[in-house]
């Protein structure tokens, strides 16, 4: 992964998990800006390693970052590799491809590409493919991502699934202290008879910021009272727009928190929980939120629509259409009775599919699946490996090539800004 908070939130357990079954299991990301890296080592019990990976294009330092991921097989000589995002899958694949690694696996996470446009977009459609192409099998973590990777072609139909129901790592038990509930909404000064929304995750457009503000602004016209909680930071990479932000540091009645490394407590505090999101792979939050016992407000995006069942557990309304999402924020502000029983449908909804236990036995039986056709020979769930194992030939040329280009142009002018 790129970052090592994925282990310490969203793998949570499953690699100390594969530990006990048997697997010498090693995780690789970034350092972390804490050091969160080593952290993972010690809530898995697992062997971790550094390898800087950048979020963004950044040909240059993807060479760089192959050449560590490079030195790090000679260490660990894999038997199987998992990447779990485009730049590690993208990065890693095309060295653990060439390292012939056993079994490649490629958890993908969602599509970047589905809200780019341009030539941004062409490139993360050739990434994808490249990526996909090097690994042995594909796991999408929801029906709706795996549905539309094939609409877009971008794999073939047998080399990619979804296990169980879908989602990141299921779902583990978690309770709220209601004593630090308390202490959060005094801090905050969240009136006791307000109702609140809430939004986890990062503040960016992607994730439908703009929307959301906007259509709490209208519900703020029949209720005064509602509070916003925003529990994330705001990233670069995807930034919201200037008035978008001066209203969330300006208003009263949005009470932005920033970066929590422990959202439990916050979702205590919540009434119903909204993510007006472009595209997701399978949001942890919608079914952390179910879980406890909260109505969900979210779109008809992809992987977004797998996490509510419409009408039984929350809502879903079109992407972008700030209008609808109001009027979903305005029923159940009056429908109490409502939010209660969606708040219990989707709890037990997420007790009985997403239990993590049986969504770790199926990554345990798909990878001892992939690797007893790697050592027997057979074509891995029909893909014939041993003719084009990777387009590694003629894509990877290309890469190297890009960024020999890439690297060739910042050198030029650097030069020339010396000159300067």
Excluded at 48 to 61: A, K, Q, W, Y
Excluded at 148 to 159: D, I, M
């Amino acid at each position: 992964m790129t970052i090592p908070q994925s282990a310490l939130w969203y793998l949570r357990g499953q690699l100390s998990e594969m530990q006990r079954r048997g697997y010498n299991t090693v995780f690789v990301s970034s350092v972390g800006e804490a050091g969160e890296l080593e952290q993972v080592a010690h809530q898995e019990g697992i062997r971790v390693f550094p390898l800087e990976v950048s979020r963004e294009i950044d040909p240059l330092g993807d060479v760089q970052s192959m050449w560590q991921l490079h030195r790090l097989m000679l260490k660990i000589r894999p038997d199987i590799v998992n990447f779990g995002n485009p730049k590690t899958g993208l990065v890693g694949g095309v060295v653990a491809a060439l390292w012939r690694v056993p079994v490649r696996v490629y958890t993908l996470h969602g599509l970047r590409l589905e809200t780019a446009v341009g030539a941004k977009r062409q490139i993360l459609m050739w990434t994808e493919r490249l990526t996909m192409s090097c690994a042995h099998h594909v796991v999408a973590v929801s029906p709706s991502l795996r549905e539309r990777t094939l609409a877009l072609g971008l794999v073939s139909p047998h080399k990619i699934s979804t296990l169980h129901h879908g989602s990141v790592n299921g779902i583990r038990t978690m309770n709220v202290d209601a004593e630090q509930v308390e202490m959060l909404r005094s801090r905050l000064g969240i009136p006791k008879e307000a109702l609140v929304y809430g939004f986890v995750g990062r503040l960016t457009r992607d994730k439908g910021i703009g929307e959301l503000i906007s259509a709490f602004q209208i519900l703020r016209q029949t209720h005064p009272e509602a509070r916003l909680l925003l529990v994330g930071d705001f990233e670069t990479g995807d930034p919201v727009d200037e008035v978008t932000r001066r209203q969330i540091e300006a208003s009263d009645s949005i009470l932005w928190v920033g970066y929590a490394s422990d959202v439990v407590s916050y979702y205590g505090l919540l009434d119903i929980l909204v993510l007006p999101t472009y595209r997701e792979g399978f949001p942890t939050v919608a079914l952390e939120g179910a879980a406890l016992g909260l109505p969900l407000i979210t779109t008809d995006a992809t992987g977004a629509r797998d996490a509510v069942q419409d009408g039984v557990t929350g809502l879903r309304v079109a992407v972008g259409d700030v209008n609808q999402l109001a009027d979903a924020m305005q029923q159940l502000a009056d429908d109490q009775p409502l939010r209660r029983r969606f708040g219990q449908q989707g709890k037990t909804w997420v007790e009985r599919d997403f239990a993590q236990e049986r969504l770790w036995q199926e990554w345990d039986t798909l990878y001892q699946r992939l690797l007893t056709e790697s050592r027997s020979g057979q074509p891995m769930f029909g893909s014939h490996r041993s003719k084009r194992p990777c387009m590694i030939g003629a894509g990877g040329i290309v890469l190297l090539a890009l960024i020999k280009l890439r690297t060739r142009r910042a050198t030029d002018r650097s030069h020339d800004d010396k000159r300067g």
